[in-house]
């Protein structure tokens, strides 16, 4: 199976950078997996938050296949607990797309063709975290869900 996780923009911070690479060396013992970096717009901080929010779903949407399985991460979301999660993996990969891609959005969230796009909203917690941060927790958490899936012992169920 293969599965992404894109995101908007470079991590700046050194300490997630060495959790995302300690959790995408533990995750590619399940799967294909790859992180995907965005670029930044060019001039962000000058565009008005709409425009913004549709330049990036533009990217984005070019990047997509028609057979990519697009999951946000997205606020408003469904959430899950590990094994609940571990199951929907389950169930998405049975489903044979073509690829998983799971999403963070810019700042702002996702353009409206970007959601309509989609074929799941997902939400990691009531909490909100930094767009960065984000990142190191899903890693986790995917990893959490294929040691659920195999058994082990790394969740202690």
């Not at 300490?15 to 995907?36: A, D, P, T, V």
């Not at 909100?128 to 195999?150: C, D, G, K, W």
Request: with cysteine.
């Amino acid at each position: 199976m293969n599965i992404e996780l894109w995101w908007i923009g470079k991590t700046s911070f050194p300490y997630l950078s060495e959790g995302i690479e300690i959790y995408l060396k533990r995750i590619k013992r399940y799967c294909k997996f790859n992180l995907i970096e965005l670029a930044d717009i060019k001039n962000g901080g000058k565009k008005s938050i709409p425009e913004l929010k549709s330049l990036e779903g533009q990217v984005i949407l070019k990047k997509l296949n028609p057979k990519d399985f697009l999951i946000l991460l997205d606020e408003n979301g469904a959430q899950f607990d590990s094994v609940q999660f571990s199951k929907q993996i389950e169930q998405i990969q049975n489903s044979n797309p073509n690829k998983i891609i799971f999403l963070i959005g810019g700042a702002y969230g996702f353009s409206d063709e970007v959601y309509k796009r989609a074929n799941k909203k997902m939400s990691l917690s009531k909490m909100t975290f930094s767009h960065q941060m984000i990142r190191l927790l899903f890693l986790e958490q995917l990893y959490r869900a294929y040691t659920i899936i195999n058994r082990e012992p790394y969740h202690h169920i």
